[in-house]
């Protein structure tokens, strides 16, 4: 019995240590090869993705990186870095926070992207990061890196409580759309005929007819023609 509990510890540990991919697309959940996979570090935070919060992909269920599943688009995801170090010995503790820096991902349907950046190896190397922090987005399909953007200010506790710098927190299970869905649609601009524009600009009085009978008469016969079938239209 106790063997047989041994080994069931041992598989609820294994299990914890993996993480598992969240979900930040509607619909059904659909198999690695149709989404856009982006594995981040444990000491990466997601403030938001295209401006949109999203709380749930910085869930922890276990000690590996963290990975997210969208849909197949272009995203500029908002990250910062956290971590916290021990003081003398133990003693004491400090949680450094770095200025946020945007990674753009442009993913197809089972492409792999990796949030990437020099890990800090001790605190004065993590302090640094608050006033400079970079990193870069790799395709692992192609071997596209792309370097992130630096964020304009340092993060502050209120900002990352409410998400995307201002707006509260939505629900872990709310999805995520890919830039090319925000963007607004061109504007298309009526079209009128001629008739109908000089319908709206012209004043129907008596002096626009006798203007218009003295251009007649000053016309020449193919120029009356043509005005015949401008008019018809």
């Not at 869930?59 to 995801?77: A, D, F």
């Not at 000053?218 to 079938?229: I, M, V």
Request: charged residues 20%; contains cysteine; hydrophobic residues 40%.
């Amino acid at each position: 019995m106790r063997r047989l509990f041994i080994f069931a510890m041992a598989g609820l540990l294994a299990a914890c240590a993996q993480q598992v991919p969240v979900k930040l697309y509607s619909g059904n959940e659909l198999p690695p090869g149709q989404v856009v996979r982006v594995e981040l570090p444990q000491t990466l935070e997601v403030l938001n993705i295209n401006g949109q919060p999203a709380p749930a992909a910085n869930r922890m269920l276990g000690n590996g990186n963290r990975e997210l599943h969208l849909q197949p688009g272009e995203y500029r995801i908002n990250t910062y870095y956290k971590n916290g170090f021990d003081i003398d010995g133990g003693l004491s503790h400090e949680v450094v926070r770095s200025k946020s820096t945007t990674f753009h991902v442009k993913g197809q349907a089972g492409d792999l992207w990796k949030l990437e950046f020099g890990e800090p190896e001790n605190l004065a190397q993590a302090r640094e990061l608050k006033n400079r922090f970079i990193g870069w987005a790799s395709n692992t399909r192609t071997g596209e890196r792309v370097p992130s953007e630096a964020g304009a200010a340092q993060v502050s506790l209120l900002t990352q409580l409410l998400g995307a710098g201002g707006g509260m927190p939505v629900a872990d299970d709310a999805a995520v759309a890919p830039l090319e869905e925000l963007r607004p649609a061109p504007r298309v601009a009526p079209t009128a005929s001629s008739a109908e524009v000089a319908s709206r600009t012209l004043p129907h009085d008596e002096a626009v007819l006798t203007t218009l009978q003295q251009i007649w008469l000053l016309l020449g016969e193919d120029s009356r023609k043509t005005f015949l079938e401008w008019a018809s239209q």
